[in-house]
């Protein structure tokens, strides 16, 4: 295993409500990613974190926020969870310019 | 931002045959990874390569960046080498080492 784990791993919830996704690695990477994973999208990265308190936007980052106050940490908040968010979210991290490693990701379901 | 096609979207093999993966790029870049997601959705690195070759098993991978495509090769697949294979490409313009996905290739491998 590569040292890095979501939670939960599944999670529903209803429209409106905030939502907290965890990441945890032991690996001391560096960088850390938060994807979703739809039908016929692929992955799609949302926020990223380049080191602690250092984060930045994805391409669909509309409705998520990210915290990272430690290297192990990385944090996605649903702000007020709709349905459009119902999705696979996945955790990844790297070290630099190398492999990236994913988590077992979390299953969404927003009712 | 980059694009990322994977070719096939579908492939269907019998148990024992070889196979190709591809997957094009519209930009320079830093590196490519391929991943497969199993049945369970576990998602694990195949190949870091940013150039040439690399051959793991049963598995290869070319990467030929001055042509924007790389090739996985499968050969004497087997039922386990199912689900879905990506691409993801790190873009020379892009931020914090950030990845980005093809919408894979789903291969169904049938004893």
């Known amino acids: 295993d590569a040292g890095i784990t979501q939670s939960p791993r599944h999670k529903v919830t209803e429209t409106g409500t905030p939502v907290t996704l965890r990441c945890h690695q032991t690996?001391?990477?560096?960088?850390m990613y938060w994807y979703r994973q739809d039908p016929g999208h692929g992955l799609r990265l949302i926020h990223y974190?380049?080191?602690?308190?250092?984060?930045d936007k994805g391409e669909v980052s509309d409705g998520y926020s990210v915290s990272r106050s430690k290297t192990e940490d990385f944090l996605l908040t649903l702000e007020s969870a709709t349905s459009s968010q119902t999705s696979v979210y996945f955790c990844?991290?790297?070290?630099?310019?190398?492999?990236?490693?994913f988590g077992q990701g979390t299953r969404l379901t927003v009712v | 931002g980059i694009q990322v096609e994977q070719s096939p979207p579908d492939l269907i093999l019998q148990e024992g045959a070889n196979s190709t993966l591809r997957c094009n790029f519209s930009d320079s870049v830093n590196n490519l990874q391929w991943f497969h997601q199993n049945p369970w959705g576990q998602l694990i690195n195949l190949f870091y390569i940013p150039s040439w070759t690399k051959q793991n098993g049963r598995l290869s991978a070319t990467t030929v960046a001055t042509e924007r495509y790389s090739l996985l090769y499968i050969s004497s697949s087997q039922t386990t080498d199912s689900g879905v294979y990506f691409c993801a490409v790190e873009s020379k313009v892009s931020g914090a080492n950030n990845l980005f996905f093809g919408t894979g290739t789903r291969l169904t491998v049938i004893p």
């Open positions: 990844a991290m790297r070290q630099g310019n190398t492999e990236a490693f």
């Open positions: 690996e001391n990477h560096r960088y």
């Open positions: 974190s380049y080191g602690v308190k250092d984060t």
